[in-house]
């Protein structure tokens, strides 16, 4: 007789946050993140600090996520993992403790690429979140990554432009920096921004070709900026922090939508999700929402929750994978950099 429920343990370790999260199938049933707040007196993730963290938090975040749902590991159908891409030593964790349980429960073990996730995270049946429609142009946005996706159906996609240096996320926490924000500063000068004037300051964009993107060059620019206006004022960081803010800001999303525009342009295909921390972003979130009005387009925006690095996302590409009986080998090896 064919199982009715299908429950997926899926576990990310790619970078600096562990989680885990019970689904059962697309609904989710817990979702632990636990974050790893000693890189912030570091002013970025610090590799080393990342792993051991993992390794401090894997068990209890586990224990807490099958508690939450109220099941029994004994009820787990599959454990879904991030293999890559991300940070070497933070992935093996993940990995190792995967395999492990996997193989202590006798049950499935399926690998998941992160930014994949990042995109499939749509497919959380939630009340009020509708599902894309294939095809759809994804966008995703991280600390790690900048690109544009054409999906054509689950396990079809094919990256149609990317940075060629820094991910936006970057060019958030690298401006932060230089403004003495915390890390990651994506989210202060988000909430800063709403109050300050986006046009105080203009920055210009980088010109690059095609889909891709660049975003160093806005770094330096704002550094530049910085050290010249503060020459002239040293006060001049917290006297105008808000417009700064919010001038970065409105230099960052139009570069994010010029270049949206410009794929909707060329594929013909007007649907379109975002994915990863910095579509948690509140400029960017309005701009696809104009957008809906003004060009026509249908948009995904995804819960807040399912923005920055999460478990749930990689237990509903589990979920998927499962479906299609696509488990992997237990010599499966964390891939630091795994292409889409
Ligand atoms: O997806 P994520 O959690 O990790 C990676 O895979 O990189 O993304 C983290 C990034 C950081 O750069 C952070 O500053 C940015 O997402 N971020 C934001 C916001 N919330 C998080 N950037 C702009 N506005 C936000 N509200
Ligand atoms: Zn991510």
Redesign the pocket.
Known sequence: MKKENIYILGIES????TSAAILCNDQILSNIVADQKIHTEYGGVVPELASRAHQQNIVPVVHQAIAKAGIQKDDLDAIAFTRGP?LMGSLLVGTSFAKSLAYGLNIPLIDIN?MQA?ILAHFIDEKDHKKPLFPFLAMT?????TQIVKVNDYFDMKVIGETIDD????A??KS?KVLGLG?????E???RAQLGNPKAYKFTKPKVEGLNFSFSGLKTAILYFVQRETKANPNFIEEHLNDICASI?YTIIGILMDKLKLAVKETGINHIAIG???S?????RKALKDAESKHGWTTYIPKFEY???NAAMIAIVGYLKYLKKDFSDFDVMATARLKI
């Open positions: 790619s970078c600096d946050d991300g992160h990042h946005i991280s600390g790690g990554h991910a936006v996320g970057e958030f926490d932060g890390y990651p500063a994506g989210p000068i988000d909430k800001q990863g921390g910095v948690a972003n509140s400029g960017i923005t920055t690095d």
